[in-house]
C-alpha cells in the first residue's frame, strides 16, 4: 500500500469515527400514551385496586428493559403517568415499525388481561404514540440522568395530535422519521398537517399517521 493510499484510509477512519461521535447523542424520541387512562386509572382506584396501575406499568418497563429483542434497541427514558418516553437507538432504524408493532402487541395483550379482570370498558383500547428524531443533550440533574432537546418536545406534541377514538394504536411521525423507516407496503396510513405549537417557528409540517 503505497504512503497516500494509508492517508487517505487514515482519513476515512478519522471520518467514520467523527460520525460515529457525532450519532452517538441521536435517537429516536418515542412517546407513548395509554388511551382511557384516566377512566382506567379511576376504575381501579374506586375498586381498590390501584397496585394493579403500578404492576402493569412496571410489566411495560421489564418488557423493554429486559427482554433483549427490546432492551439492544431502547432504553425507557422517563415515565410520564400514562406512558413511558422511550429512547430507540438510531442504528435500528430499519426495524422501528417492527420494534413498534411487536411492542403495542405485547402492551395490549397486558392490557386486555386487567380490562377483562376487574370489567373495565374504555372508549378508546389500546396506546398512541408521537416519535421524532434528533440530538439529545445529555446530563446528570438532581442525581438523575436527564435528556433534553427540541426532538423530545416535538415527539410530546406529535402524539397529542392522536385525540380520536380511531386513533388508538397508531404512531405519528415527522417527515424526516419516515424517510428513515421502512413500512411495510398495504399498512394503513395517512399524510397529516400538524403545527406543533412554540417548534420549528410554528409552521405547517408534514407528517405521517401510521396504524400498528
Known amino acids: 500500500m503505497f504512503l497516500s493510499d494509508k492517508k487517505e484510509l487514515a482519513k476515512l477512519e478519522e471520518l467514520e469515527e ?40 412496571k410489566s411495560i418497563f421489564n418488557t423493554l428493559s429486559r427482554n433483549p429483542y427490546f432492551s439492544i434497541r431502547c432504553k425507557p427514558y422517563k415515565f410520564v403517568g400514562d406512558g413511558f418516553i422511550i429512547l ?44 421524532d428524531r434528533g440530538r439529545l443533550i445529555h446530563m446528570n ?24 377514538n380511531e386513533d388508538a394504536n397508531s404512531i405519528m411521525i415527522s417527515d424526516n422519521v419516515f424517510k428513515m423507516i421502512k413500512v411495510p407496503k398495504n399498512t394503513k396510513q395517512v399524510e397529516r398537517k400538524c403545527i406543533l405549537r412554540n417548534l420549528y417557528d410554528d409552521k405547517e409540517l408534514n407528517c405521517r399517521q401510521i396504524w400498528l
Open 141 to 164: 440533574l438532581l442525581g438523575k440522568h436527564e435528556y433534553m432537546g427540541e426532538a423530545i418536545n416535538a415527539a410530546v406534541r406529535l402524539q397529542g395530535q392522536l385525540k380520536a
Open 18 to 57: 467523527e460520525v460515529k461521535e457525532n450519532l452517538k447523542n441521536y435517537y429516536f424520541i418515542i412517546v407513548m400514551d395509554l388511551c382511557s387512562s384516566s377512566v382506567i386509572l379511576e376504575k381501579l382506584q374506586n375498586s381498590g385496586n390501584i397496585k394493579v396501575w403500578r404492576r402493569f406499568w
Open 88 to 131: 430507540y437507538r438510531h442504528q435500528f432504524a430499519d426495524s422501528l415499525y417492527e420494534f413498534m408493532e411487536k411492542g403495542n402487541q405485547i402492551f395490549c395483550e397486558t392490557l386486555e388481561k386487567i380490562l377483562t379482570e376487574y370489567k373495565i370498558e374504555p372508549k378508546r383500547f389500546g396506546f398512541a404514540y408521537g416519535i
